[in-house]
Every structure is written in structure tokens, then in C-alpha cells.
Antibody
Framework: QLQLQESGPGLVKPSETLSLTCTVSGGSISSRTNYWGWIRQSPGKGLEWIGS???????YYNPSLKSRVTLSVDTSENQVSLKLRSVTAGDTAVYYC?????????????WGQGIQVTVSS | EIVLTQSPGTLSLSPGERATLSCRAS???????LAWYQQKPGQAPRLLIY???TRASGIPDRFSGSGSGTDFTLTISRLEPEDFVLYYCYQYGSLPWTFGQGTTVEIK
């Protein structure tokens, strides 16, 4: 059974960089048939897609966040990572990693449990 | 960006009743690339329906999806106690992929 687990600091200071990692078990991040994505959820903005990446580095980003976001893949660790720069209180949210059910424009089928990240000094 | 508007915001029904949830898109959703998710408190969203009407693996047949273009519907034929939670629609036909704001199904 595929499992995804987010990890990282739960508290980040304003203007700093939020760094999260998603570790995949029960499957390979190098799958030729899946993209991997990040979504966040906050009371004010609801669910928001952040970006998605393929193990070879092909990626898509939400234009609203593109200037501050970088996704990367570590195939040796079976992980996908998210970096969000210059954070503000508006970036406070639960962050989820998820697997696309296939290539390209495909829904998410498996999700991690999510990690709460608060931006505060 | 495609904006998805879900209605109603809250649906008050009794167990055994039929629930009809609406998701309206600001532009046509390409190839009916629309999914429905269920979210229970403290949990990640769970996939119910994709391609507007295809039930995901393991989802009970009381859940069904329909629609095309800009109007989509999730129907729960007979509400079970565990169905009284939050539901989201999600379009993946056009970048950026977007979610609706959600419909809460609550016990009347």
C-alpha cells in the first residue's frame, strides 16, 4: 500500500524559507507513470494546488506561487521536497503531498496525512 | 484560472436521504477533468470520483458523479452516518488546477 509522509518544521519565521519533505513508501518516486504534487489548505484560502513534479525534473507550478516555490526529487531517498521562500503569515496552512494517478493532467489519488506549518515570529 | 463555485455551502439532511452537491466552473472544464473529494476532520482529502463520473477504487456505489462543461454534480443516494462531512470538487483540465470552496453535509 502506497504511503506518503510529510516532514519538516512546524514553525517558520516570516521572510524565511519553508522546507518540507515527503517520503514515499510502498512505491517508487521514480515511477514512469506518476507525477507528485503539493497542495496546501488554510481556513482563509481553502485547498490550493502549489505545484507538481516528475522524477526527471519536469514540473508545473501555480502562477500565484511560482516566483517563491521550488520542487525537487531525491530518487535515492524516495522523496519529493518543497521550498517556499519569503514566507508570510498568509502561508500558514496544512501542507499535503500527493500522488497524481498518472501523467499530465490527472487527479490526485494518494495523499499524505498533512503537516501543519505556522508562520510566526 | 478556473474558479469552481460549490453550492450549497452547507446541506442539512437526515440519514437515508439523498444528497445533491453542485460544482459550477467559471469556464468549461476540459475533457471533464473534474474530481470529487471527501474530507473528514483532521484527515487528508479522499478521492471519490474522477473524470466527472468514474468512481474511485473502493468507493461505495451510493456515490455518483455527473455533468460536463461547466456544471457538475455529486450525488449520494442514501446518506450513511459517516457521509456527514466535507466535500470538494477539483478541476485538473486547465492550469492552474483549482479546488472549490467545499460543501459541508450536516445532520439535520
Amino acid at each position: 500500500q502506497l504511503q506518503l509522509q510529510e516532514s519538516g518544521p512546524g514553525l517558520v519565521k516570516p521572510s524565511e524559507t519553508l522546507s518540507l519533505t515527503c517520503t514515499v513508501s510502498g512505491g517508487s518516486i521514480s515511477s514512469r507513470t506518476n507525477y507528485w504534487g503539493w497542495i496546501r489548505q488554510s481556513p482563509g484560502k481553502g485547498l490550493e494546488w502549489i505545484g507538481s513534479i516528475y522524477f526527471r525534473g519536469n514540473d508545473y507550478y501555480n502562477p500565484s506561487l511560482k516566483s517563491r516555490v521550488t520542487l525537487s526529487v531525491d530518487t535515492s531517498e524516495n522523496q519529493v521536497s518543497l521550498k517556499l521562500r519569503s514566507v508570510t503569515a498568509g502561508d500558514t496552512a496544512v501542507y499535503y503531498c500527493a500522488r497524481h494517478a498518472g501523467m499530465g493532467a490527472i487527479h490526485f489519488d494518494y495523499w499524505g496525512q498533512g503537516i501543519q506549518v505556522t508562520v510566526s515570529s | 484560472e478556473i474558479v469552481l463555485t460549490q453550492s450549497p455551502g452547507t446541506l442539512s439532511l437526515s440519514p437515508g436521504e439523498r444528497a445533491t452537491l453542485s460544482c459550477r466552473a467559471s469556464q468549461s472544464v476540459t475533457n471533464s477533468h473534474l474530481a470529487w473529494y471527501q474530507q473528514k476532520p483532521g484527515q487528508a482529502p479522499r478521492l471519490l470520483i474522477y473524470l466527472a463520473s468514474t468512481r474511485a477504487s473502493g468507493i461505495p456505489d451510493r456515490f455518483s458523479g455527473s455533468g460536463s462543461g461547466t456544471d457538475f454534480t455529486l450525488t449520494i443516494s442514501r446518506l450513511e452516518p459517516e457521509d456527514f462531512v466535507l466535500y470538494y470538487c477539483y478541476q485538473y483540465g486547465s492550469l492552474p488546477w483549482t479546488f472549490g470552496q467545499g460543501t459541508t453535509v450536516e445532520i439535520k
